[in-house]
């Protein structure tokens, strides 16, 4: 239906509105948050520092958690003088250190900026989250994220926890002896995990973690950690499931969710390439009693040989993990064992010439991905690797630190910007799905030429 006119006085055309710039927001040493009057909240796009304003940014996403971060002074915007600077103290509180705050988004945002902050001398490294960027706007907080999903799939709101521990209660008799049922049950109720939480409450993808072991050793890995500034948010799973606990666990998802996901390769486990001997069987078994759902893996990939026959029992999709679509920025996140990132392409490929659908998960940082070096990098890879879809993550690492370790790796040169990155790649790939969660077969594209020749960025 076309849109109706909005009528307006004749002659006089509807002024778009101008841009406002949204007011800085701090927090003190007792991680009090509070806005900073005659300051305007700034955004980092790597070395880039720019004022948030009502154009560039987003109501904060529902479930989105504000964090205070030690050891750091934030980077304001002066209105007085227009001045960028590290702000070390509260000017209306004379001696008040004050800190910078950040915003861990909820799921189906990719960021545009990361917080903008001047780390003080002996900074630790910070824990496994993205830091975004937010301001204060009228009556609310806004996010420096671009929208990328709209599918309710992890909003909070649609997962009441009396709801959950009934979904328990009803699989402890469904699946009384099933180890990975009740490994389950620790996730979502103690983890919070929303996949674990959609499991019980019987919506869209159910998780089956099932690999104690991986062959990366990716730098913010959160189910294993080897810095010892970090802990990981997870411990991974402590046993192999067997075919016939995973193929139950998946049976009872896929009988009563409509246009159901289930999916191997969770935050909870290490990769499920290394579980094949038991994985393989458990998708036979699930293909031998019904042909609906989704069966999904998220993957490192880098085992062609080792991904093919289980792609010939029936996986149908896999979502291939990334920090970087260069060889160089990729070994030096996730540190391969073994493997290296020419057999995550041949996985890749295999899966497409097999008809699968295939998504990249693209571990997003500001000031990394959209760099001209990288994003060009994704042009020419996106033209050679017809993926399908594009699912625009937030990397969960210290962004500074992240920068510092891909610099020395390549120098990176000045950001285009995450929204003109995406842009870019739509227009060049308009059959190129975007999105923040695995879609069921139901909703997979069908398999388009991904590259329009004539259309240049
Ligand atoms: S691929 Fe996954 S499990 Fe393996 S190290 Fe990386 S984040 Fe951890």
Known sequence: MKKPKRSHRKGKPQERKKPELLAAVVANEKG?????????????DGPLLSPLTTGGTIDLPYGSELMFLPDRMPVLMDLETGQVRPVDRNPYSPGERIFPVAVFNSPGVVLACTCAYKERPGTQILPLFSYGAVGWHRDGFRSAAIVVDREPRQ?????????????????????????????LEHCALTYGCPAGKNFFLGRYEAPLPTSQACNAR????????????????QNRIAFTPSAEEIADVALAHIRRVKNSVVSFGQ??????????????????????????????????????????????????????????????????YFRPKGYRFSQVVESIDLAISRSKHVAIN?????????????????????????????????????PKRYLQIMNKVTPLGPPVGMDRLLQM???????????????????????????????TP
């Open 32 to 44: 009090e948050i509070f806005d900073l009057e005659d300051f305007a909240a700034v955004g980092a």
């Open 155 to 183: 909003d909070l709101r649609r997962m009441p926890r009396d709801k959950i521990v009934s979904g328990v209660k009803h699989m402890q008799t469904q699946l009384p002896d099933n180890r990975l049922a009740r490994h």
């Open 218 to 233: 990716c730098l913010g890995c959160i189910s294993l950690q080897h810095d010892a500034h970090l802990t990981s948010s």
């Open 267 to 332: 935050g909870c486990e290490g990769d499920p390439l290394m579980a094949a001997r038991v994985i393989g069987p458990a998708i036979t078994l699930i293909r031998s009693k019904t042909e609906d759902g989704t069966i999904n893996m998220n993957t490192n990939a880098s085992l062609p040989g080792v991904l093919g026959p289980l792609l010939d029992a029936g996986l149908d999709s896999i979502r291939v993990s990334m920090n970087s679509v260069r060889e160089a920025c990729y070994t030096a």
């Open 362 to 398: 693209y571990l997003n940082c500001p000031g990394f991905t959209d760099s001209p070096e990288e994003t060009a990098a994704l042009s020419v890879f996106l033209e050679k690797h017809p993926v399908h879809l594009i699912q625009w993550r937030n990397l969960n690492f210290d």
């Open 425 to 455: 790649i739509r227009k060049r790939f308009p059959n190129l799905q975007y999105g923040y969660f695995n879609p069921p077969k139901e909703r997979f594209m069908p398999f388009l030429p991904a590259v329009q020749k004539d259309i």
